[in-house]
């Protein structure tokens, strides 16, 4: 098996991986464990493979089942903020003038 803390896995991936891994360690199927969040289970196994997104609620229904804190809803959040450094964020907002120049 990968290392679950693969540095090349996307952030849906590290969900899915992690979704996987807790749901196998519970001992419940993907079809019990779409009967306990109210959703299908190929949208467990979709989400699984890193071939959707979680939506909040579904990461938040994940965390009551398994008794995780908020560890789903945490994971849920790093797929939709930006991460990097302070001020590579900072400079993807900023808009630049084509024309403008630099004064010594």
């Not at 990968?2 to 079809?31: H, I, M």
Request: with cysteine.
């Amino acid at each position: 098996m990968r290392n679950d803390l693969d540095p090349r896995l996307t952030p849906v991936q590290r969900f899915g991986r992690e979704l996987a891994r807790t749901r196998k360690e519970n001992e419940l199927t993907q079809s019990a464990l779409g009967k306990r969040l109210d959703c299908s289970s190929s949208l467990v196994a979709h989400i699984e493979k890193g071939n959707r997104k979680p939506k909040p609620d579904f990461a938040a229904g994940c965390d009551q089942v398994f008794g995780t804190g908020d560890l789903f809803t945490r994971l849920c959040r790093s797929i939709t903020s930006p991460s990097g450094p302070g001020w590579y964020l900072c400079r993807r907002h900023v808009k630049t003038d084509p024309q403008a120049t630099a004064e010594n």
